[in-house]
């Protein structure tokens, strides 16, 4: 067994897998499990998928979101308690400070949870963090940050092998942590130059999991507003820049509200740009209440994180990463134009 673990979560300390073995599949607990702010499907995926595990092996487990996720997320057959925090403040800290353990899932700083961040670093029982993504920080007792995963989801998957709780995996669950796989990858097809993820995938389809079920949950059940905001977008707000590889789509509050916007309509937008020829770097600007939200997606080697943190205090993967400006929408587009001379290099040798 150690041997095994060492070839898969080549991160984690077989120490730490016997600690979570003891405190995950021992005395049954108040387990609350977190994922990031607004939660992508991995991160619901995750949540969900590990919450039913454990609820299967008769842990009390409760679900605390810091805010509401997407329609498109709201398909899960789960039996587990979902609570978002933003709308249900007071159900949300009972969860957490009746909780044994926290387990922060798909984010690897506190921040990442937004409202939830000081509950998250108050918190003073056990606190574990499972994630992929590069550069976490230290603010649980156990992590585990496994980067070269495709999706948490994927990694929960062999955690609760190791740990001896893969008799509680349920179809439900199956299907949660398959949507968190599916997703990140962008339907299997990026991150999946590993075999080990279409190792766990069918391991999963072993479940009786339902995939057309799931792809049109996640991808045919939008709103008729969504696919028009998205029209617009693309004909009317898209700029190419050929001459960087790259393209940006900036969105206004005004716009927003023109196509009577609900969270998650603009979830996958970022990725269009990069199916034109020759585009290696595509960016989405949308202004929010506060600030302006920026998402990263790029091809090849062009490292998208390290772009989102030295300019927009953000981060993520090499592919695909967010941050935020303080600017208004048009300086952040006119910083961001201003920048990419500096990227030139690096854009024009990116292969692909
Ligand atoms: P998205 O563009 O879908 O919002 O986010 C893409 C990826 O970037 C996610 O993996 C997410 O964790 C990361 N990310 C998004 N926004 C931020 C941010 O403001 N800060 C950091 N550190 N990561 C972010
Ligand atoms: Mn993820």
């Given at each position: 067994m150690p041997t095994e673990i060492l070839n898969i979560l080549k991160n984690t300390d077989i120490e730490i897998i016997a600690s979570l073995k003891n405190i995950l599949a021992?005395?049954?607990?108040?387990?609350?499990?977190?994922?990031?702010?607004?939660p992508d499907g991995d991160a619901i995926g995750s949540a969900l998928g590990l919450g039913e595990i454990l609820?299967?092996?008769?842990?009390?487990?409760?679900?605390?979101?810091?805010?509401?996720?997407?329609?498109?997320?709201?398909?899960?057959?789960?039996?587990?308690?979902?609570?978002?925090?933003?709308?249900?403040?007071?159900?949300?800290?009972?969860a957490i400070n009746n909780a044994d353990v926290l387990i922060c899932v798909d984010f690897n700083d506190a921040s990442r949870a937004g409202i939830l961040e000081k509950k998250i670093l108050k918190f003073d029982?056990?606190?574990?963090l499972i994630d992929h993504h590069p550069y976490p920080t230290d603010f649980c007792d156990f992590t585990i940050s496994e980067t070269t995963y495709s999706s948490t989801a994927e990694l929960i998957f062999d955690i609760v092998n190791q740990i001896g709780l893969q008799n509680n995996i349920t179809k439900n669950s199956a299907e949660a942590l398959y949507t968190g796989i599916l997703t990140d990858t962008g339907s299997f097809?990026?991150?999946?130059?590993?075999?080990?993820?279409?190792?766990?995938?069918?391991?999963?389809m072993k479940f009786g999991i339902d995939t057309k079920k799931i792809q049109?949950?996640?991808?045919?059940?939008?709103?008729?507003?969504r696919m028009k905001l998205l029209g617009y977008c693309l004909n009317e707000k898209m700029q190419v820049f050929p001459e960087y590889r790259a393209?940006?789509?900036?969105i206004s509050k005004e716009e927003l509200e023109e196509f009577d916007f609900n969270p998650g309509d603009t979830e996958g937008f970022v990725n269009y740009p990069l199916s034109i020829k020759g585009i290696v770097f595509s960016v989405l600007f949308i202004e929010k209440k506060e600030l302006v939200k920026a998402s990263f997606r790029s091809k090849g080697n062009f490292p998208t994180n390290k772009f989102a943190s030295e300019n927009f205090n953000g981060g993520g993967h090499l592919n695909a990463s967010g941050g935020e400006s303080k600017l208004t929408l048009q300086e952040t587009l006119d910083?961001?134009?201003?920048?990419?001379?500096?990227?030139?290099?690096?854009?024009l040798e990116t292969e692909i």
């Open positions: 021992g005395a049954k607990l108040n387990v609350a499990i977190v994922p990031h702010e607004n609820a299967d092996f008769g842990h009390n487990v409760n679900i605390v979101s810091p805010n509401d996720y997407p329609g498109f997320l709201k398909w899960f057959g789960s039996e587990v308690n979902v609570i978002k925090y933003s709308a249900s403040k007071k159900e949300g800290k009972a029982k056990i606190k574990i097809s990026h991150n999946t130059s590993r075999p080990n993820t279409f190792k766990v995938v069918s391991e999963l049109s949950g996640v991808y045919d059940n939008f709103s008729v507003n393209a940006v789509i900036t910083m961001f134009t201003q920048l990419l001379p500096e990227f030139k290099h690096l854009l």
